[in-house]
């Protein structure tokens, strides 16, 4: 089975730093994603780890810990155009299909509400 | 380049009747998936593929299928709706073997009455 646990929100102001936490407990890891979606749209893509470590992407950067089975968003400079909600994903291996693919197993999501 | 393609983007269904959500994707993707998301609830797996003639459940499959007899399409059944099945459905595809980039399409908004 797969756990995934993440805030359900968080308010931060406009220009501030703001961190989104996520651990995980999930068979077959095979990498951690995390997606922005905002009300009424699709996910979009931000930022992927699948070795620990920081990975930095202009205002957002993304850490994970495997053994802790931990990893965390970081939102620099925050935007008001960044109040959406943030999604941690655990891609799992796919049965015996073969590959680096695997389905996404998500977690609830964080709502982010940035304040002027 | 039109990525992944969802259609309709809102339909109404009377309990009991049956529809089609298509899903199709020009990237040569061999991954494709169903979600559905509910409030509070996340987004959760209903269905997956990878490549043409191969589908698997995910975490919630009942009341839906699915097949893929192409690599670009894979529509989602549901055979005879419930109320339950009021959410928003997301269709998401990816390359199976590059290790990145699941690419969602913009939604199906249903409405079971």
Redesign the interface.
Known sequence: GQNIDQPTEMTATEGAIVQINCTYQTSGFN?L?WYQQHAG?????LS?N?LDGLEEKGRFSSFLSRSKGYSYLLLKELQMKDSASY?C?VRER??N?????G???????TKLSVKP | NAGVTQTPKFQVLKTGQSMTLQCAQDMNHEYMSWYRQDPGMGLRLIHYSVGAGITDQGEVPNGYNVSRSTTEDFPLRLLSAAPSQTSVYFCASSYLIRGRGYTFGSGTRLTVV
């Open positions: 990498g994603f749209e699709a996910p979009t893509f992927y699948v999604l994903a796919t049965g299909y073969g590959g680096s693919q389905n996404l197993i998500f977690g609830k999501g």
